[in-house]
């Protein structure tokens, strides 16, 4: 083959495979309005000038025709967690938000298929007037928007979207039933909003659904029989919804692919089969529930099925029975926790079987001790056991735990638990420890020189115990990351030197109790980051020192029974 005949084929094999993108004019000036009717603080789209709006940020055209089919928009500043069914965000998003007002010039981007404007700062509602012209969207993220009204019925005529995600906005009025036309849709987020009303039905014909999340909104009445239709749900949340109730717990079993099921503050109207209805799903990792208006917990369970259950969390209800023998058979758990759910009796001994936990937390007023052993549980980081009536030496607690969980163990929380004896001798053995809660106890003797050597440590809290002697800079030398440090309510006595400088950033001091006086201690004066201080009855005796008013972050402090002045 002649070389010129190679060249001219080898350029249209390019020109076939990567294709000239040149940005559609009537599309490239659609952005512009919208980038002129957004503010920018953070120069997010500094990048939107020029001809070539295909290069620009947040913005994908089609290799075939041009046309824009991505804008994603989304701000990365912003973070969403949740525990417990309480919402938690970082506001440092705010500073990196687009905001203003959707603009309408968007619907001349006709070809969009991904749509991602989620956690800016807009307002309104303007973009129910065009919605409906994205006819070939998939994907449409408005997230934390700050959109108000209503949800567009006219959102139930977008018959190719996959992804719906209207959660943290403003939204009110009821889910309008024309969603259930979205036959394609696998992902459908509508949780903490001011929604009303109903579950539709017709939320039944979303066979493809995979994931739905309702928390944290205002319906009400009955959770629908037609969820049952959803055989393909894999991650169901319904919480914080305290008008929601379910009838009959047996639709759940209809759930054959659920992996994760949320559902705190939904009336279970007593059911004493609820635990039977979830034992039928086999792919079920992940189980939470709270304040469930459950009574009712089998003492067997016949053909125990939660093979794959990895997290069991269980709060806030009322079953007055002890923990019975099978949870014992729940081996795959990595999670456990039972919390307030008015458990009698002794901490069961079958809690030694669960060798895969990573964290036990264990909240009853009516449990009671001995703790049993547990050194089966090598893998566990986090043991947490509150308001139970253990009534043991802390060293004897110790060890009943395998040395190699105390080589890992990150954090240990033994609070209000009746524990007595010192901190000698054991704390060396938890190197790794972050967090370490004692409060509310019967320890007593000196603080050992050891806990400096923690340096892991960011939570300290050895409040309300009967400690006595010296707290020295040697104690605190090597907490380098503690942020939380509590040691109020003890005969302790901090005698730091005028030149000390600590090591650490604190954010929280309770010293409440303690000897400190008769002065405010200098090396307050380096905690640029603390927000709150408790200073009450501390012997000390001196006006409030000038830079002790430049702690910007402080929001509490506490000086009362001291004889301070200024």
């Given at each position: 083959?002649?070389?010129?005949?190679?060249?001219?084929?080898?350029?249209?094999?390019?020109?076939?495979?990567?294709?000239?993108?040149?940005?559609?004019?009537?599309?490239?000036?659609?952005?512009?309005?919208?980038?002129?009717?957004?503010?920018?603080?953070?120069?997010?789209?500094?990048?939107?000038?020029?001809?070539?709006?295909?290069?620009?940020?947040?913005?994908?055209?089609?290799?075939?025709?041009?046309?824009?089919?991505?804008?994603?928009?989304?701000?990365?500043?912003?973070?969403?967690?949740?525990?417990?069914?309480?919402?938690?965000?970082?506001?440092?998003?705010?500073?990196?938000?687009?905001?203003?007002?959707?603009?309408?010039?968007?619907?001349?981007?006709?070809?969009?298929?991904?749509?991602?404007?989620?956690?800016?700062?807009?307002?309104?509602?303007?973009?129910?007037?065009?919605?409906?012209?994205?006819?070939?969207?998939?994907?449409?993220?408005?997230?934390?928007?700050?959109?108000?009204?209503?949800?567009?019925?006219?959102?139930?005529?977008?018959?190719?979207?996959?992804?719906?995600?209207?959660?943290?906005?403003?939204?009110?009025?009821?889910?309008?039933?024309?969603?259930?036309?979205?036959?394609?849709?696998?992902?459908?987020?509508?949780?903490?909003?001011?929604?009303?009303?109903?579950?539709?039905?017709?939320?039944?014909?979303?066979?493809?659904?995979?994931?739905?999340?309702?928390?944290?909104?205002?319906?009400?009445?009955?959770?629908?029989?037609?969820?049952?239709?959803?055989?393909?749900?894999?991650?169901?949340?319904?919480?914080?919804?305290?008008?929601?109730?379910?009838?009959?717990?047996?639709?759940?079993?209809?759930?054959?692919?659920?992996?994760?099921?949320?559902?705190?503050?939904?009336?279970?109207?007593?059911?004493r089969e609820w635990a039977q209805a979830l034992n039928t799903l086999p792919l079920?990792?992940?189980?939470?529930?709270?304040?469930?208006?459950?009574?009712?917990?089998?003492?067997?369970?016949?053909?125990?099925?939660?093979?794959?259950?990895?997290?069991?969390?269980?709060?806030?209800?009322?079953?007055?029975?002890?923990?019975?023998?099978?949870?014992?058979?729940?081996?795959?758990?990595?999670?456990?926790?039972?919390?307030?759910?008015s458990f009698v009796g002794q901490i069961p001994c079958q809690l030694n079987n669960?060798?895969?936990?990573?964290?036990?937390?264990?909240?009853?007023?009516?449990?009671?001790?001995?703790?049993?052993?547990?050194?089966?549980?090598?893998?566990?980081?986090?043991?947490?056991?509150?308001?139970?009536?253990?009534?043991?030496?802390?060293?004897?607690?110790?060890?009943?735990?395998?040395?190699?969980?105390?080589?890992?163990?990150?954090?240990?929380?033994?609070?209000?638990?009746?524990?007595?004896?010192?901190?000698?001798?054991?704390?060396?053995?938890?190197?790794?420890?972050?967090?370490?809660?004692?409060?509310?106890?019967?320890?007593?003797?000196?603080?050992?020189?050891?806990?400096?050597?923690?340096?892991?440590?960011?939570?300290?809290?050895?409040?309300?115990?009967?400690?006595?002697?010296?707290?020295?800079?040697?104690?605190?030398?090597?907490?380098?990351?503690?942020?939380?440090?509590?040691?109020?309510?003890?005969?302790?006595?901090?005698?730091?030197?005028?030149?000390?400088?600590?090591?650490?950033?604190?954010?929280?001091?309770?010293?409440?109790?303690?000897?400190?006086?008769?002065?405010?201690?200098?090396?307050?004066?380096?905690?640029?980051?603390?927000?709150?201080?408790?200073?009450?009855?501390?012997?000390?005796?001196?006006?409030?020192?000038?830079?002790?008013?430049?702690?910007?972050?402080?929001?509490?402090?506490?000086?009362?029974?001291?004889?301070?002045?200024?």
């Amino acid at each position: 083959m002649q070389p010129f005949l190679l060249k001219i084929l080898l350029f249209i094999l390019v020109i076939q495979v990567f294709p000239a993108r040149c940005c559609v004019e009537h599309e490239r000036e659609a952005l512009l309005k919208f980038k002129a009717s957004v503010n920018d603080s953070s120069n997010r789209l500094v990048s939107w000038t020029g001809d070539e709006c295909c290069n620009w940020a947040g913005v994908t055209c089609s290799n075939q025709t041009g046309h824009i089919i991505i804008l994603d928009l989304r701000n990365s500043y912003f973070y969403k967690s949740f525990r417990y069914g309480m919402m938690f965000t970082d506001y440092e998003w705010n500073n990196h938000s687009l905001s203003g007002k959707i603009s309408p010039s968007l619907q001349h981007i006709s070809e969009l298929e991904y749509l991602d404007l989620s956690y800016n700062n807009f307002s309104g509602n303007n973009f129910a007037n065009f919605i409906d012209s994205f006819t070939n969207l998939n994907y449409l993220n408005l997230s934390a928007t700050g959109l108000t009204g209503i949800i567009p019925p006219q959102l139930g005529y977008l018959s190719k979207l996959q992804h719906l995600d209207l959660s943290l906005t403003d939204l009110s009025g009821i889910i309008p039933p024309q969603l259930g036309n979205l036959s394609r849709l696998q992902c459908l987020d509508l949780s903490w909003t001011k929604l009303s009303g109903i579950i539709p039905t017709q939320i039944g014909n979303l066979f493809r659904l995979q994931h739905l999340a309702l928390s944290g909104t205002s319906l009400s009445g009955i959770i629908p029989p037609q969820l049952g239709n959803l055989s393909k749900l894999q991650y169901l949340e319904l919480s914080n919804i305290p008008n929601i109730y379910i009838s009959n717990v047996w639709l759940l079993s209809h759930l054959t692919s659920l992996t994760c099921l949320i559902m705190t503050e939904v009336d279970f109207q007593d059911s004493r089969e609820w635990a039977q209805a979830l034992n039928t799903l086999p792919l079920l990792q992940d189980l939470y529930l709270a304040d469930n208006n459950l009574t009712t917990i089998p003492i067997s369970i016949i053909g125990l099925n939660f093979s794959s259950l990895e997290t069991l969390s269980i709060m806030e209800n009322k079953f007055n029975s002890r923990i019975h023998d099978w949870i014992g058979k729940l081996t795959t758990l990595t999670t456990l926790e039972l919390l307030l759910c008015s458990f009698v009796g002794q901490i069961p001994c079958q809690l030694n079987n669960l060798t895969s936990l990573n964290l036990l937390y264990l909240w009853e007023d009516y449990l009671e001790g001995p703790m049993p052993p547990l050194h089966n549980l090598k893998n566990l980081t986090t043991l947490a056991i509150l308001d139970v009536n253990i009534g043991e030496d802390i060293r004897v607690v110790v060890n009943k735990l395998a040395s190699e969980t105390l080589d890992k163990l990150e954090s240990l929380s033994l609070f209000n638990v009746s524990l007595t004896g010192n901190l000698n001798g054991w704390m060396s053995t938890m190197p790794d420890l972050k967090e370490l809660y004692l409060s509310y106890n019967n320890l007593n003797g000196t603080l050992p020189n050891v806990i400096g050597n923690l340096t892991s440590l960011e939570y300290l809290y050895l409040n309300k115990n009967n400690f006595t002697g010296e707290v020295s800079k040697a104690h605190l030398a090597g907490l380098s990351n503690l942020k939380d440090l509590d040691l109020g309510s003890n005969n302790l006595n901090l005698t730091m030197n005028i030149n000390w400088v600590p090591p650490f950033e604190l954010q929280y001091l309770f010293l409440s109790g303690c000897k400190l006086g008769p002065y405010f201690p200098l090396w307050l004066q380096n905690q640029s980051q603390i927000k709150e201080i408790d200073l009450s009855n501390t012997e000390i005796v001196e006006t409030v020192p000038h830079w002790f008013w430049n702690l910007r972050s402080l929001f509490s402090i506490d000086l009362s029974y001291n004889l301070v002045e200024g």
